[in-house]
């Protein structure tokens, strides 16, 4: 059973910086360095949106309203994936969640991630 756990939330000014990390287990040998994995985040009133995602093989995607500033890379000895946040401005504030799919690569679809972790609140002020 595949559990996500974040971690790296926090309140911060505009223009500071923070960095989320998610914990992977319950994937077998190997199994977790051949998933896509990401993060997507939820504001207040606003339906949840993709910000990263990293294949497989390491192949990024980033949103445009990250990109520059947002960062994904992943650890595969130690199933974690993270992202630095730099630049932070008051509408990257919500919800963070790790997100994990079954393929190799990254689908476009919330469903193409079946697996989700519980969030990290992240508030610029």
């Known amino acids: 059973h595949v559990q996500l756990v974040e971690s790296g939330g926090g309140s911060v000014q505009a223009g500071g910086s923070l960095r989320l990390s998610c914990a992977a287990s319950?994937?077998?040998?190997?199994?977790?360095?051949?998933?896509?994995v990401g993060w997507f985040r939820q504001a207040p009133g606003k339906e949840r949106e993709r910000v990263a995602d990293i294949s497989g093989g390491g192949v990024t995607s980033t949103a445009d309203s990250v990109m520059g500033r947002f960062t994904i890379s992943r650890d595969n000895a130690r199933n974690t994936v993270y992202l630095q946040m730099n630049s932070l401005k008051p509408e990257d504030t919500g919800m963070y969640y790790c997100?994990?799919?079954?393929?190799?690569?990254?689908?476009?679809?919330?469903?193409?991630?079946?697996?989700w972790g519980q969030g990290t609140q992240v508030t610029v002020s």
């Open positions: 997100v994990a799919g079954n393929t190799w690569w990254c689908g476009a679809r919330i469903a193409d991630f079946p697996y």
């Open positions: 319950g994937y077998t040998y190997s199994g977790y360095s051949g998933k896509c």
